[in-house]
């Protein structure tokens, strides 16, 4: 049987990947959304075992010497990981799967799966990414402007995707991304 797509979609939060995913798994069929673990606490509205595994930093440390993680970063002060279990399931039963996660944990998995599809998602502007930030009340300033440096940092590797996605309107970012998809399955 013909494997599943690995699909990774980076770019700072905020910029709607997580809108992207939604509707990308309603628009592709055999597709799924991969639910990593955090040691981050959740924020309103979140839901174990939906948004994220939350885990305290034993069980995290636990996953990690287990090898549970394809691959896991620490990302701002905490810790993420995609579990490997039912990644590599999926993609054996032909299942495409698609990972939201950042930059290290992007360019870790382009070494173990060279075929794997990384796309960056970035927002009409800098500026704009800020306001939405603030305006979702989700996170404090000094958190929103640490987030704001890392991202002026990572904008470097952008060279190292396939795809780089503007998302300035997201039916036309679902459709570029969805026939980036379809074309390289
Ligand atoms: P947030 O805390 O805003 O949900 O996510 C912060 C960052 O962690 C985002 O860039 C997100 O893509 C990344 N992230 C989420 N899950 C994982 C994961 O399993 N592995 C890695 N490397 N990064 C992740």
Redesign the pocket.
């Known amino acids: 049987m013909r494997k599943g797509l690995l699909v990774v979609l ?1 770019g700072p ?1 905020g910029t709607g ?1 997580t809108t992207i995913c939604h509707e990308l798994i309603k628009q592709i069929p055999r597709t799924a959304f991969s639910i ?3 040691t ?1 606490t959740r924020r309103p509205g979140e839901q174990d075992g939906v948004d994220y595994y939350f885990l305290s930093r034993k069980e995290f440390h636990h996953k990690i010497k287990r090898g549970e993680f394809l ?3 620490q ?1 701002y002060d ?1 810790y ?3 579990p490997k279990k039912q990644v590599l399931a999926n993609l054996s039963q032909g299942v495409n799967v698609l990972l ?3 930059m ?2 992007a360019l870790n998995i382009k070494k173990c799966f060279p075929g794997a599809l990384l796309i960056f998602i970035l927002p009409p502007s800098l500026e704009i990414l800020r306001q939405r930030l603030i305006n979702r009340k989700k996170d404090s300033v000094t958190v929103i402007n640490r987030r704001m440096k890392q991202i002026e940092k990572e904008l470097k590797y952008i060279p190292r995707y396939d795809l780089l996605v503007i998302n300035d309107d997201l039916k036309r970012t679902v459709k570029s991304i969805r026939e980036k998809i379809i074309n390289t399955n």
């Open positions: 980076s939060s990947k990593s673990a955090t981050r691959e896991w970063a990302v905490h993420y990981g995609t939201d996660i950042d290290q944990g």
